[in-house]
């Protein structure tokens, strides 16, 4: 009897504590966030959750819709963490007594100078027999739904494709010794601009012809990432050609081939800088190696329709999911959304595990932020849009789950940081 009232007056103080914690929260949040500017003349939902009491801490228009810019990364994190397995597909081979035929599964780590290990390059240069390029089913378009086509040029917005090489980019370098351009495959056009006050790498917008301009008063190295256009089948297998220096052929295997897989990288490997360097390419390319593995066709929509019917079916909001790294303004979602997700994924893997995917203070985007390293979160940014989402570990050990999103702010955006940024180091040093 003794045991089971102090168990209940126990679980009794719990509950009191935790709903002490929600007008404390509310009361900072509309004394000190909410009427600053810019804030207060933008959107703002906010959601702190903790999984260990299943009690909402604070909630301020968490079910409103948000854009939310690279914060769509935890959702392409979920989907890899789920379907990829411990390691990347490479790419699908099938072998018989004459050729080797292969076909591409959206691997982003092939030829990437990230990644020393490259197992399907190996495999590819040790066989003795003829090898012949098989094309995939790739529904995906290029570039994903409501990106700007004026950004071809810009690093962050690589093409998407059946097999990547390289990243997807030329990586123009400019030093003492002279100019480059890696892949070789292409040719630089170099000029000379006295008038500048920077070096400009850029490409012709619908050819790849490259341009390095540059002034040669400036002395200090230059380097830039400048995509390039992928193009079809045969533009893929002159590259396969040019970098294994053998003759690549075309052919088609019918439906129901005994297709075999080839593994690269561990995942792990690939979301760490996914998520630190919020890159959209390895974003965009895991959902495209998730739908690869999941059948004979490569469909972003197809693998996100799926996951939403399926693991993903208890959001609390129904989004509306447009692409894998949060380049389009089509995505929308809800703070209470990016709790759940988050949630889940806490419940399914180690602490250890997602605390080392995920950016932690002074590292990555947090870089300037956070650096007593409580937060494990992705930020996210887009003009107007200002998202962080993750994890709060407070200083007596509580893990919260969060997410605050800012859409259509008209000032600073680190500024913004910096608002969520007190929000946040209160509920660590308070509880």
């Not at 490409?203 to 790849?208: S, V």
């Not at 990288?265 to 965009?284: C, G, R, T, W, Y």
């Not at 932690?360 to 200002?386: I, R």
Request: glycine content about 6%; overall charge positive; hydrophobic content about 40%.
């Amino acid at each position: 009897m003794k045991r089971g009232l102090l168990i209940f007056c126990s679980c009794f103080m719990l509950m009191n504590a935790t709903q002490a914690q929600v007008p404390m929260i509310e009361k900072w949040a509309r004394q000190h966030l909410l009427p600053e500017k810019p804030l207060d003349q933008a959107n703002v939902g906010v959601c702190i959750y903790e999984p260990a009491t299943d009690k909402y801490w604070y909630q301020y228009q968490d079910n409103k819709y948000f854009t939310p810019a690279s914060n769509m990364k935890i959702f392409s994190l979920f989907a890899g963490l789920e379907r990829l397995g411990d390691s990347l597909p490479a790419l699908r081979y099938f072998e018989n007594d004459t050729a080797l035929f292969v076909r591409g599964t959206g691997d982003p780590s092939f030829l990437h100078p990230a990644f020393s290990f490259q197992p399907a390059l190996k495999f590819l240069q040790d066989s003795k027999k003829p090898i012949y390029l098989v094309p995939a089913i790739n529904l995906n378009k290029r570039y994903g739904p409501g990106w700007a086509w004026g950004d071809y040029a810009d690093s962050y917005q690589p093409e998407l494709n059946e097999w990547p090489m390289y990243g997807n980019v030329a990586r123009i370098s400019l030093n003492r010794e002279g100019s480059k351009i890696a892949p070789q495959i292409f040719n630089l056009d170099v000029s000379t601009d006295r008038s500048l006050k920077e070096n400009i790498a850029t490409r012709d917008e619908r050819n790849n012809f490259f341009y390095l301009q540059y002034n040669p008063a400036i002395t200090s190295a230059f380097s830039a990432d400048v995509p390039f256009i992928t193009g079809g089948i045969q533009e893929l297998r002159e590259r396969l050609e040019d970098t294994l220096h053998k003759v690549i052929g075309l052919a088609s295997l019918p439906k129901g081939t005994n297709w075999r897989m080839l593994r690269s990288i561990p995942v792990d490997s690939l979301f760490i800088p996914m998520m630190e360097q919020s890159d959209n390419f390895f974003a965009e390319q895991v959902l495209m190696m998730a739908s690869a593995l999941n059948g004979d066709t490569i469909s972003s929509n197809k693998i996100i329709d799926q996951l939403l019917n399926t693991t993903l079916k208890g959001l609390p909001d129904t989004p509306q999911w447009a692409d894998g790294s949060g380049l389009s303004r089509y995505n929308l979602f809800t703070p209470r959304d990016f709790v759940k997700v988050l949630t889940l994924m806490q419940q399914e893997y180690p602490k250890a595990r997602l605390w080392n995917i995920f950016p932690t203070g002074g590292k990555g985007t947090l870089k300037n932020y956070y650096q007593q390293q409580f937060v494990h979160a992705k930020t996210g940014t887009l003009n107007g849009v200002v998202a962080l989402s993750g994890y709060l570990v407070t200083q007596k050990g509580k893990t919260l789950v969060f997410s605050v999103m800012v859409n259509n702010h008209r000032g600073s955006a680190s500024t913004i940081r910096r608002s969520i940024e007190q929000l946040l180091t209160m509920i660590y040093k308070q509880y």
